[in-house]
């Protein structure tokens, strides 16, 4: 072997190695970080009742990338602003994918849903659908009365419970009227009117299926036991859906019958949806319009009720931020006065205590997405298949960012600007991107109203003479981060 041939041998060589040496520590170096999983269950036994605090607890270890092996499945943490931030709008489309729970494939729902379906031509139909026909500034305002109305009635059942002295159960009557105001929204009935002959309620089959998807079930982190359904969890949400559908069914041939003998056209979704329908027979059937529903009920009644709650829970604990709000009321709209949506820009403390309540009680703890090939996010390689999860909670309590993140403050939003819809990534209660929730300009329409009439028609107390620094705070984790014990408070006339 001459002298030119060993030293262009062992440069060949050398580069080999370092090429080997590269690929190989990328390819660890690549992988978000993460603890190491254990066999068979991986890393399950971290999260705990409260996943979206142990997620946060473990970001602090492994950084706002952090990888878990969930039982078969991989999930990729995202745990700042930063990171949300890159996910959800610069690389959107990539992470644009929805994990479907086995909760929600009961009667293919997940298979029809806007909520649960990719972005595919079919979502692109029903969002475009939402955004110009259901959700545009003009139709909400056309619908204000009605949202009037139904606050009102809440009002009115509050006032029954202040004379006779009763509690309410703050949650359970917030539900209700956003269940009447959603029915009314949807089909241009009252649930008292349409469900009369029925012995299932709309409001209770919901609330039992909203119990049920948001337990932790076997089937999301071991697919191959969905045929089993150990908790029995697939058998019934399909007995909860099979229900809701056949209301949605009655409804439907209800007003297809009224179509048929020439009856005037109602302005409500359902009218909306079938004239869809009969344009585009191929696109969008029975199948849609019942999925879609069952989307707007549950993103409408569940998360609202849940803000609204939170907000009274709040200000129970702190009765010197109630006067404050109350005062602010008397001030712009007067003691007692009713309250329309377009108050609710003038009322910056109210707004101010919804934005706080958002930051410290997300809706949605956890958004869910996953991507459908491999990814590249910040120098690591996210897999194909991987459930993304943006950790809203623990960027809303950021310490970085956010002064005393564990204390409730409304006035830390009183000088600033900050938005909710999606472009401060902060604050993101409604997720941001194309996925971001299509309902959450009602939902900035009604949460104000609801919370500005019961804070003026009324004066509040907890029941049992239980001392605010007594009231349980206690968060229960599930499809939205819910309070664990009900609160029940007290009206009395200002």
Request: a neutral charge.
């Amino acid at each position: 072997m001459d002298y030119y041939t060993l030293v262009f041998g062992s440069i060949l060589a050398l580069g080999l190695l370092y090429i080997l040496a590269k690929l190989s520590s990328g390819g660890t170096k690549r992988f978000p970080p993460g603890p190491s999983p254990w066999p068979v269950i991986g890393n399950i036994h971290l999260l705990g009742a409260k996943p979206h605090v142990s997620m946060a607890n473990l970001a602090k270890i492994y950084g706002p990338i952090m990888s878990l092996k969930l039982g078969q499945m991989t999930t990729v943490v995202i745990s700042s602003s930063s990171m949300a931030k890159q996910v959800l709008k610069y690389q959107d489309q990539d992470f644009s994918g929805r994990f479907v729970p086995g909760a929600v494939r009961a009667h293919k729902y997940s298979k029809f849903s806007m909520a649960w379906s990719p972005v595919c031509p079919q979502w692109r139909m029903l969002r475009k659908i939402m955004n110009t026909n259901i959700i545009t500034s003009n139709r909400l305002d056309a619908n204000q009365h009605m949202r009037s109305q139904k606050v009102k009635e809440l009002i009115a059942y509050c006032a029954k419970c202040s004379q006779e002295g009763e509690a309410v159960d703050v949650g359970q009557a917030a539900f209700k009227a956003n269940l009447n105001l959603m029915s009314n929204t949807l089909f241009s009935k009252d649930l008292a009117d349409p469900f009369s002959d029925s012995k299932v309620e709309l409001k209770d089959v919901i609330w039992r299926f909203l119990a049920e998807i948001g337990k932790p079930n076997l089937v999301d982190f071991y697919p191959i036991l969905e045929k089993i359904d150990l908790q029995g969890i697939g058998r019934r949400t399909t007995i909860h859906v099979d229900k809701l559908f056949k209301i949605f069914d009655g409804l439907i041939n209800e007003r297809l019958e009224e179509k048929r003998k020439g009856s005037t056209e109602k302005s409500d979704v359902l009218e909306t949806f079938l004239n869809s329908s009969e344009e585009n027979p191929k696109e969008i059937d029975h199948n849609h319009i019942k999925s879609v529903f069952l989307d707007l009920f549950v993103g409408a009644t569940d998360t609202t009720t849940s803000t609204v709650e939170w907000v009274m829970a709040e200000l129970l604990k702190q009765p010197e931020i109630m006067k404050k709000a109350q005062a602010e009321l008397a001030e712009i709209i007067g003691k007692g006065k009713s309250i329309e949506e377009a108050d609710a820009s003038r009322l910056l403390y109210l707004q101010c205590i919804i934005k706080e309540t958002f930051r410290m009680h997300p809706p949605a703890p956890l958004v869910p997405r996953s991507v459908q090939q491999d990814i590249e996010l910040c120098d690591y390689i996210i897999p194909k298949g991987s459930q993304i999860l943006v950790n809203v909670w623990a960027i809303s309590r950021d310490i970085t960012f956010w002064d005393d993140p564990f204390v409730f403050k409304p006035e830390r939003f009183w000088s600033s600007d900050m938005d909710v819809r999606g472009q401060d990534f902060d604050l993101i209660p409604f997720s941001a991107g194309r996925r971001i929730c299509p309902g959450y300009p009602l939902a900035l329409r009604v949460i104000p109203v609801i919370l500005g009439s019961l804070l003026n028609s009324f004066n509040w107390k907890l029941e049992a003479d239980i001392e605010p620094k007594d009231l349980d705070m206690e968060e229960k984790f599930g499809l939205t981060l819910a309070k664990a014990h009900p609160l029940r408070a007290i009206p009395s006339p200002l």
